[in-house]
């Protein structure tokens, strides 16, 4: 079995796995990353000369940098299976322009399906976009555990050893550095003493749009002390 990133790995955006075997292959996501002058995708032209053998891609999450690139993936191998969470797939269709005639199915956490003589394990995964899913995958050659991008994770490593991986593949924005992040509830505790603090001020607060979670505690803060809010922005 042979892994090959196409983009991701040593910087954030574009993020595309290649898993392939002696009879065939899958992509984890397919990203996109922007710039000031556009946006940059993976290089799925190199898939070209194994396209038959590239059977499916499974997007962990509705991330830019994780499923920007799904409509141009699509123009190429219009015949590719297209795996993810409810969550996820609505957001590839109605954000990221994927056609409703791709071949698309819902994955459940916890449930098993089968590719060719693999079988893959979606695994709830705690992100700031609804729908993350890390995936661990078994196959004859030799099995691997995928986190995604996680944000608090109740354990990765114990979901590591239940699936009994060969290979471990762990990504995290800033996972190079030995510092946990702040939980959710420690970073609605802090908003909360900061707008209650101001609150005869005006406010700018921004996140992304698919972090609900973020966007909940700032709302819920703001309704305590009565101030008036104002959304701008898309998701």
């Known amino acids: 079995m042979r892994l090959c990133f196409l983009g991701g790995l040593s910087s954030i955006g574009g993020s595309c796995l290649l898993i392939e075997d002696v009879d065939q292959a899958m992509l984890i996501d397919a990203g ?20 038959r053998k590239l059977r499916a891609v499974f997007f962990t999450h509705a991330h830019y940098d ?14 590719l299976q297209v795996f993810g969470s409810r969550e996820t797939l609505a957001f ?31 695994h709830a995964a705690m992100h700031s976009i609804p729908g993350t899913y890390s995936l661990s995958l078994a196959a004859p050659s030799g099995n691997i555990f995928i986190s995604a991008d996680f944000k608090a994770f109740s354990d990765p490593a114990e979901i590591a050893r239940c699936t009994s991986p060969d290979i471990f593949v762990c990504e995290s924005t800033n996972a190079g550095l030995y510092a946990p992040s702040l939980g959710d509830a420690e970073v609605e505790a802090f908003l909360a003493e900061c707008i209650a603090r101001h609150r005869e001020a005006r406010i700018l607060f921004s996140c992304f749009s698919t972090n609900l979670v973020r966007l909940g505690a700032a709302l819920r803060a703001a309704r305590r002390v009565n101030m008036k809010i104002y959304v701008e922005g898309k998701a």
Do not use: C
């Not at 922007?34 to 070209?48: K, T, W």
């Not at 916890?110 to 893959?120: D, M, Y």
């Open 66 to 79: 994780h499923a920007g690139g799904a409509a141009f993936l699509h123009d190429l191998f219009p015949n």
């Open 32 to 51: 996109a990353s922007g710039s000031p002058n556009g946006y940059a995708l993976p290089d799925f032209q190199s898939l070209i000369p194994m396209s």
């Open 92 to 122: 590839l269709h109605g954000r990221y322009a994927l056609p409703k005639t791709a071949s698309a199915s819902i994955v459940h956490a916890g449930e098993t399906f089968a590719l060719g003589n693999w079988q893959l394990t979606p």
